[in-house]
């Protein structure tokens, strides 16, 4: 068991980093002084994406094979000279969440688990106005890489066409980010209506490609996720490494770099030594703030086109939730809802065990993996399209073997 405790001195502040040796990465080895040392090589770079912005933590405090957490407020135990601002979500709830402002406030949430960086798109001066447009693209089961970059070339034509500049970097998971600094001059609400509009174009640029459609189980291709707009959503940073079993990092390249990229490529070691070579590609983001003006005059004309504005995010409806809404008019069923990924899979195989003549009907974009943000930690909700199977031949709505109740203590679902 690792133990102990090793104190850092990062630019004149004490950093004691508890527990060095704990193996965060179980397949590489890579310890929590590890990755603290791999912040350590990649700060300035790291600080572009978080610096000055309000910031949820998500801790992996037993390595990234363990459950995370999310936290929201500051740790009270912290430093005097961390700095907090009070964040209001639209739920109504109210967090002091934590603002990094150099490479020691860094390495200090490192020491608490937190392996990736989750910042708002907004800055702690203003938080009514964000300062950064994130377009996340994210493939459903079964679409290849190589459509991925394809699609990330289709954001960037569209960027170059409505005067704004695009940073694209790895997301470090199965998806692609582009990020663009904007004018602080508009609200959340607008900042997503011009990523939708965004979406929308792209799609129309790419139909075979790309999808802007809200619900999941209507999706072909790359999902071009807006929704990352939401002032309830924060995104992994620049240089931000992700809970994977490679250690894979999300990683800012040049555009000409994207059409040949792969996200294997781009690890905590590979990163770090690119790092000192090349430098940092999203370098001068910050002077680069663009007009949201010709996404929001696309807007209005897809409201004149009849095109309706999708749900906002939150708890997503379920038709096993005590008030589930909506309807899909795909055949949907429920296989199981639990607190951990992994319980859900094993459900998962029960109900293939079940039906072992329907499974292979179904296609990988017809199991649906969703995970789901509670008040403090994710949970898993596994469902199953039904389309590619004959009517007559469909399995009906089972009682869950597994069935979490995210809901319990807290209402119904809003």
């Not at 292979?360 to 994710?378: F, K, W, Y």
Request: charged letters at 30%; proline letters at 9%.
């Amino acid at each position: 068991m690792a133990t102990g405790k090793e104190i850092l001195d990062i630019g004149g502040r004490q950093v004691t980093i508890t527990n060095p040796d704990k193996v965060y990465f179980p397949t590489t080895g890579h310890t929590k002084l590890d990755l603290v040392r791999y912040y350590l090589a990649v700060a300035e770079g790291a600080l572009v994406g978080v610096a000055g912005r309000p910031m949820a933590l998500k801790r992996y405090v037993n390595g990234v094979e363990g459950e995370a957490f999310y936290q929201k407020r500051a740790p009270k135990n912290r430093p005097e000279w961390l700095e907090t601002v009070q964040f209001r979500y639209p739920s109504g709830g109210v967090a002091d969440e934590l603002v990094l402002r150099d490479v020691a406030a860094v390495a200090w949430v490192v020491n608490l688990g937190c392996v990736d960086l989750h910042p708002h798109p907004v800055r702690a001066d203003d938080l009514a106005h964000p300062d950064e447009l994130r377009v996340d693209l994210d493939p459903i089961p079964g679409v290849p890489w190589s459509q991925v970059r394809q699609v990330a070339m289709v954001v960037r034509e569209v960027l170059d066409d409505v005067g704004l500049a695009g940073w694209p970097k790895t997301s470090g998971s199965r998806g692609f980010h582009v990020f663009c600094r904007i004018e602080r001059r508009w609200t959340f609400t607008q900042v997503r209506t011009a990523a939708l509009a965004l979406a929308r174009e792209v799609e129309r640029r790419a139909p075979d490609l790309a999808t802007s459609r809200w619900w999941k189980e209507e999706r072909q291709g790359v999902f071009v996720d807006y929704n990352q707009n939401a002032k309830d959503h924060t995104t992994a940073s620049v240089y931000s490494v992700r809970p994977t079993a490679d250690a894979r990092v999300s990683t800012p390249l040049h555009w000409d770099e994207v059409p040949d990229c792969v996200p294997e490529a781009y690890t905590i070691e590979t990163v770090r030594a690119r790092y000192a070579e090349v430098g940092d590609p999203g370098a001068g983001i910050d002077e680069r703030a663009g007009s949201l003006e010709p996404l929001l005059e696309m807007a209005k004309r897809d409201k004149k086109e009849g095109l309706a504005d999708p749900p906002r995010a939150g708890r997503a409806p379920d038709p096993l939730s005590p008030t589930g809404r909506r309807q899909s008019s795909m055949p949907l069923i429920i296989v199981a809802r639990a607190v951990s990924e992994a319980e859900a899979r094993v459900a998962l195989e029960h109900w293939k065990e079940r039906h072992p003549e329907v499974w292979p009907l179904l296609e990988p974009a017809d199991v649906l993996v969703d995970s789901m943000r509670g008040r403090s930690s994710t949970w898993t909700r596994i469902r199953l399209n039904l389309r590619h199977v004959p009517e007559e031949r469909r399995p009906p709505q089972e009682p869950l073997e597994v069935d979490f109740d995210p809901w319990a203590g807290q209402g119904p679902p809003r």
